[in-house]
């Protein structure tokens, strides 16, 4: 019995809606009702997972919070973090408030509010880009690490890699005029066709492990017990 | 310096050269000249053909982590748009995309903007349209149902452009200022997969450069028209513009940049190279 | 017609597609065949690294990525958990520390799920402690920040990324690989698996990510279905040396029917 | 607006505070990381709350236009919060096996349609082997069309026959793997120097916040730049301050035993 409500449930839950996603997709007509209404089903993915911010927030300050109050390691970051969640919650609240649409209609959106947008676009975009931008610094040591002549296979990934840098910079152009065309012709031909096969495997991968997944082989948080 | 400390400096030399270099140019611009490549000229192209009245359709999809890259090059199209007569529906389906979207309008259209004249007849900014790809889905079905006023709140059917505008049938160009998900592959899927294939829905992508190696068999396959090929792309089209219209050439002292940060790369690698290729000459198995 | 417009081909092809995956899944399940799989180096490594990590008495870092249910990229995550099922298995047979990272918190009960029950078929189900799922807030940049400075400050011995990964993947494997661990990696989001291939030790390249959790389960059905995924690449590969010469040969039949 | 300028002081007093891991993981990166994390938390949070009262509540559609069907999901959703018990634990399977059935099902179709059919269509339709002027140089920039075709199928073929799990890389096969993992390499190689653009653009786009942005007042005017001296002084005092303190290092790590490169990435 409780492994029938454990698993056996879910697993028909989700086969079924899978199989009704794919027959809307073929055979039910675009605009028609029954259409319509897995359109709907759709519409409901945003709804039926929302609480789980709810959760990870939770999570998120518990870890925190036993982490202080058993003065753990680093335990006054962790004041950090709670801070943080505390005033941005705050400015959220504040938003969900005051939050008007441009029909003056009060929707308690709180993304969609001016604070939150404001700490968003002023504050929290910053660090945003800023840890972004870091990739500038690693792209270049992992070239400088891992760019070596070791073997053939390692040459090519150096060769194709150097000539793309040349011909995608600006400058490239200019030492020669065949720089930006050789690497155009590599973006056409040989990275189309390895990205090609590389497209090609992962849809043949990701239906075939969503069939296992369907069926119930697929060990994984519905997988079988043993 | 021994040889294998060639092979092996430490990464923080590496970051504070790139520092440096970087900085040069952006302090003092070099003016090193630029060439036009294939994939901006059909995105210029493209747009050049479409005559006076087609519609548009700019698409918003990118955050501030990427604004770098995609601003300049939706903010140059929009100006191509303007000046070629075309008439514009901009949208987000990235709810960070809209406050961008609406500040490359005011930046083009004047910062009045929506209080212009030409807004809803020329014009339209629908802001952020929430769904992601299923929201890219009903708006190419059917327009209005997506989101059924403007970004500032005025009801769709009430603005002339949008009566002409009702479906995916009616876009003459979508461009899609995409650095994610969604983006450019669900467009493709969603929208012109739907609608009549690329024929019917012309795409042209202002991409991040990381992002373009990825679309090139849509580009081969054509679903996909032209490519801004990140920062590099928004420098081409700027100057493309700037030949022929005079627009302001602003993204110099970036593309400069851009040319040292190469070259400096580069640079590491041969540098990485030669130490790896003594060390292994002189017996010790490099590892 | 019964079938939507513009989508015969294609139903033609998903039908063709899964009835391999199905056949040689079950002619595998009842021993009426027995495939062989080729060595996938990546996953190998995932023991050593474990291994390693015991004896240093450091910790396991683990990702999916961006990994959520939400999206169209789900089947990453989906493949991601279940490397995890078997890395935690594996870690609390060895008693060493893995601490996982979750990105979006709607898989974060998943992976709890998964966790627990990997303990539990080792034998350890009260080694495992949720506090070793760590939430970082489900944003790109603050989670891979947050990983980053985990790694850094635990000095892990072993990163391992599993999912859908977009730009962190080399913030991730790049200074990941100066805490000293053993990196393995893998995705299917191809504009990124350039990065895992060039700064992590071990990469899983596309469809090796979703092949890995039939082919550590070891189970005849799975590794069934892998075989059954070889039938259709054979079926791609003919299918496109027929259409090139078809079309060379000005025959557009098969191109025709593509388009139905 | 005086927020503005805290804005302005803000953004580049983090942006040098997170550069400065580069050095190393230090107490600044990491104050900035904590408070990230837990912003980072709320926006979560928050954007999930807008897209489940956009999707659930508002519009004509939904609950508000009196469509009360809605609740439903609202209620499943709630199923999550059974995460905090030991008992109920695996309730959060269903709303979490809705969700991943009705994804299978759009990925799977989404996956056929544009990941394989259009794949295989494009190869044998857009990539001429025959026809007037194929086998000419008239691609001018880009090479000979016919043959750039003839890479492109052969290149596509042999690299997928490197994702075969269950035929050995043998013989006549093995040199179609081999050959398929030069392709690969190349693939991943254009992928990262094409890349490099990117990621230095982005860098640039901050080094100009960092140079170019003021704050201007009728009285005074802030430069960007002007904060950046002390904000690294004070990665500087916290250097110094951390060399001064020896900290609790754990133990060296042996040398990981790195495999020979990229024969790994079988």
């Known amino acids: 019995m409780s492994l029938v409500v454990k698993r056996y449930i879910p697993l028909a839950i989700t086969f079924i809606m899978g199989i009704i996603m794919v027959i809307a997709t073929y055979f039910l007509v675009p605009g028609s009702p029954e259409r319509y209404a897995t359109t709907l089903l759709t519409g409901t993915v945003d709804v039926i997972v929302a609480t789980a911010g709810v959760i990870g927030l939770i999570v998120l300050l518990r870890h925190h919070g036993v982490n202080i109050s058993r003065r753990g390691k680093y335990w006054k970051y962790s004041t950090i973090t709670i801070i943080g969640v505390v005033l941005y919650l705050i400015v959220g609240l504040y938003g969900v408030a005051t939050q008007m649409d441009a029909l003056g209609t009060h929707r308690y959106l709180m993304l969609a509010s001016d604070p939150v947008a404001w700490v968003y676009n002023q504050l929290y975009a910053h660090m945003d880009a800023t840890i972004f931008s870091l990739l500038a610094f690693f792209i270049a040591s992992a070239a400088y690490r891992a760019f070596r002549l070791r073997s053939l296979e390692a040459s090519i990934l150096l060769l194709v890699g150097a000539l793309m840098l040349l011909g995608r910079a600006p400058i490239g152009g200019v030492m020669w005029e065949g720089f930006p065309n050789i690497a155009t012709w590599l973006l056409n031909v040989p990275n189309a066709a390895g990205n090609r096969a590389i497209t090609i495997g992962i849809a043949i991968g990701a239906i075939l492990l969503a069939v296992r997944q369907l069926m119930g082989v697929e060990r994984g948080y519905l997988g079988p017990e043993r | 310096m021994s040889t294998s400390s060639i092979a092996k400096i430490d990464r923080r030399y590496l970051y504070i050269l790139l520092f440096i270099v970087v900085s040069i140019p952006l302090l003092s611009p070099l003016k090193l000249p630029i060439p036009l490549g294939e994939h901006a000229k059909r995105v210029f192209d493209k747009t050049e053909s479409l005559t006076a009245g087609s519609v ?45 979207g609406e500040e490359a309008l005011r930046e083009v259209y004047g910062s009045d903007f929506p209080d212009i004249p030409e807004y809803g007849v020329t014009v339209v900014y629908l802001g952020y349209v929430p769904g992601a790809e299923v929201g890219m889905q009903t708006f190419a079905d059917n327009c209005a149902t997506a989101k059924g006023t403007d970004h500032y709140g005025t009801s769709l059917p009430s603005l002339p452009l949008m009566q002409e505008v009702q479906s995916a049938e009616d876009f003459d160009l979508w461009a899609e200022w995409a650095s994610g998900t969604p983006g450019e592959q669900q467009v493709i899927q969603f929208v012109q997969g739907r609608h009549g294939g690329p024929s019917a829905v012309p795409i042209v992508v202002g991409a991040t450069a990381v992002s373009v190696s990825g679309m090139m068999n849509f580009y081969i396959s054509g679903q996909i028209y032209g490519i801004l090929n990140g920062l590099a792309g928004a420098g081409e089209y700027e100057f493309m513009l700037n030949v022929k219209y005079g627009y302001p050439y602003e993204q110099g002292p970036s593309l400069d940049a851009q040319s040292l940060g190469h070259v400096l790369i580069l640079a590491f690698i041969i540098v990485g190279n030669i130490g790896y290729l003594l060390t292994r000459s002189k017996g010790g198995k490099a590892k | 017609m019964i079938i939507n417009d513009g989508l015969v081909a294609s139903f033609v092809l998903l039908i063709v597609v899964v009835a391999e995956g199905l056949i040689a899944l079950f002619l595998s399940r009842t021993g009426k065949a027995h495939p062989k799989i080729r060595k996938i180096a990546g996953l190998e490594a995932i023991e050593e690294a474990i291994g390693r990590a015991t004896e240093m008495g450091r910790p396991i870092a683990y990702t999916t990525g961006l990994g959520g249910i939400r999206d169209q990229y789900y089947y990453q995550t989906i493949a991601g958990l279940n490397i995890l099922g078997y890395t935690a298995e594996l870690a609390a047979k060895y008693n060493a520390k893995l601490i996982y990272f979750p990105y979006d918190p709607t898989i974060m009960p998943m992976a709890v799920d998964v966790m627990e029950q990997a303990y539990l078929r080792a034998g350890k189900p009260e080694a495992f402690n949720r506090d070793n799922v760590q939430y970082l807030g489900g944003d790109q940049f603050p989670w891979a920040f947050g990983v980053l400075g985990a790694m850094h400050r635990e000095q892990t011995a072993a990163n391992i990324h599993m999912g859908p990964f977009w730009a962190e993947s080399l913030i991730l494997s790049e200074s990941g690989f100066y805490t000293g661990a053993i990196q393995i990696a893998g995705t299917a989001n191809y504009h990124q698996i350039a990065f895992f291939v060039v700064a992590a030790d071990y990469a899983l390249i596309g469809e090796e990510l979703m092949a890995a959790g039939a082919y550590l389960s070891k189970d005849p059905a799975q590794i069934g279905s892998l075989w059954g995924s070889d039938w259709a690449k054979i079926t791609t590969v003919a299918l496109l040396i027929l259409g090139v010469i078809l079309t060379a040969a000005g025959v557009t039949a098969l191109l025709d029917f593509f388009a139905l | 607006m005086i927020q503005d300028l805290f804005a302005l002081i803000f953004g580049v007093t983090v942006t040098v505070f997170i550069y400065s891991f580069l050095w190393k993981e230090n107490p600044l990166s990491r104050a900035v990381e904590h408070l990230f994390i837990g912003w980072a938390a709320v926006y979560t949070l928050a954007s999930m709350y807008d897209a489940a009262l956009t999707q659930g509540v508002w519009g004509a559609e939904r609950i508000e236009g009196g469509n ?62 025959v026809g007037a002027g194929v086998w000419d140089w008239s691609g001018g920039s880009t090479g000979i069309i016919g043959l750039n075709s003839l890479i492109v199928i052969i290149g596509t073929i042999t690299a997928l026959t490197f994702f075969f799990f269950t035929w050995e890389h043998k013989g006549a096969f093995g040199v179609s793997t081999k050959i398929g993992r030069y392709f690969l390499m190349a693939t991943f190689g254009a992928a990262y120097g094409s890349t490099v653009m990117a990621r230095i653009s982005l860098f640039i786009g901050r080094l100009r916040f960092l140079y170019e942005t003021t704050y201007e007042e009728p009285t005074y005017l802030v430069n960007a730049w002007y904060i950046i001296p002390i904000a690294v002084i004070c990665v500087i005092i916290m250097a110094l301050w951390m060399r001064s303190k020896p900290e609790e290092k754990p133990p060296e790590p042996a040398p990981a035993p790195k495999p020979e490169k990229p024969k790994s990435k079988g």
């Open chain 2, 56 to 100: 548009v359709i700019e698409s918003f999809d990118y955050g501030p982590s990427t604004r770098p890259e995609n601003y300049p090059q939706s903010k140059d199209h929009l100006f191509h748009a303007r000046e070629l007569g075309l008439k514009v529906v901009a949208l987000a389906f990235w709810p960070s995309g809209a406050p961008i």
């Open chain 4, 68 to 129: 009360y069907i809605w609740i439903i999901p609202i209620l499943i959703s709630l199923m999550y919060f059974f995460f905090f018990t030991k008992k109920y634990f695996y309730l959060y399977r269903y709303p979490v096996s809705i969700v991943v059935g009705i994804m299978a099902g759009m990925m799977i179709c989404g996956m056929i349609q544009s990941n394989f059919l259009v794949q295989i269509q494009s190869t044998a339709r857009d990539l001429p082997l």
